[in-house]
């Protein structure tokens, strides 16, 4: 079985500072992994995903998130925090399989300090 | 525009009213996907259509009927609801198949704001 783990429910950045939103899964195969983002009232939408090759994965936005598989991670990062960042982001995981099903953790949400 | 529709955005009813929530997708996917986000939980999937046929039903109880007419429509009845049903109603979709299918993301609608009185 899949499962996502993200390690604080809520994080705090000044704007200009570095955003790293932790993530970790668990898979007993070699897995696909997805950043979602989601602000107020709206659905969420596709920051970047990892499926093969290289490891390094950049997405929308300035955002980047490394999968490394020895610590079961793919933390998101951006360097220098803008008040738009401001949003609830979502780390999940798929196994490819027959019905692409997505296995999500439960949400950070990034709040940005002037 | 996310190519993924959902209306109504908001709905208020009352626990024995019957109402519907409508998706619609705009991406030539074949499947679909129906999830409940409530407060302080993780997206949970309740059911999943591929080309019109259920392939997923999440232990959802009996007062949600799913309707996937055709692979660009999805339908989520409901009747009879309970308060603990107040939540975001989300759809999605995504092409299913063989290759590179399995490596493509989920496209979400804005969702539905649904309260139960």
């Known amino acids: 079985a899949q499962s996502v783990t993200q390690l604080g429910s809520h994080v705090s950045v000044s704007e200009g500072a570095l955003v790293l939103l932790r993530c970790n899964y668990s898979?007993?195969?070699?897995?696909?992994l997805f950043w979602y983002v989601q602000y107020p009232n709206q659905g969420l939408q596709l920051l970047l995903k990892?499926?093969?090759?290289?490891?390094l994965v950049k997405g929308i936005n300035g955002f980047e998130a490394e999968f490394k598989k020895s610590e079961t991670s793919f933390h998101l990062t951006k360097p220098s925090a803008h008040m738009s960042d401001a949003a609830e982001y979502f780390c999940?995981?798929?196994?490819?399989?027959?019905?692409?099903?997505?296995?999500f953790g439960t949400g950070t949400l990034l709040a940005v300090q002037p | 525009e996310t190519g993924v529709t959902q209306t109504p955005r908001h709905l208020v009813m009352g626990m024995t009213n019957k109402k519907s929530l409508k998706c619609e997708q705009h991406?030539?996917?074949?499947?679909m996907y129906w999830y409940k986000q409530s407060a302080k939980k993780p997206l949970e999937l309740m059911f999943v259509?591929?080309?019109?046929?259920?392939?997923e039903n999440n232990s959802v109880p009996s007062r949600f009927s799913p309707e996937c007419p055709n692979s660009s429509h999805l339908f989520l009845h409901l009747h009879t609801l309970q308060p603990e049903d107040s939540a975001l109603y989300l759809c999605?979709?995504?092409?299913?198949?063989?290759?590179?299918?399995?490596?493509?993301?989920?496209?979400f609608g804005d969702g539905t704001r649904l309260s139960i009185l």
């Open positions: 999605a979709s995504s092409p299913i198949g063989m290759g590179e299918s399995s490596n493509q993301p989920q496209h």
């Open positions: 898979s007993s195969v070699p897995p696909y």
């Open positions: 990892y499926t093969t090759g290289a490891t």
């Open positions: 999940a995981v798929s196994d490819g399989g027959a019905t692409n099903k997505l296995i």
């Open positions: 991406l030539g996917h074949n499947a």
């Open positions: 259509y591929n080309f019109k046929e259920q392939t």
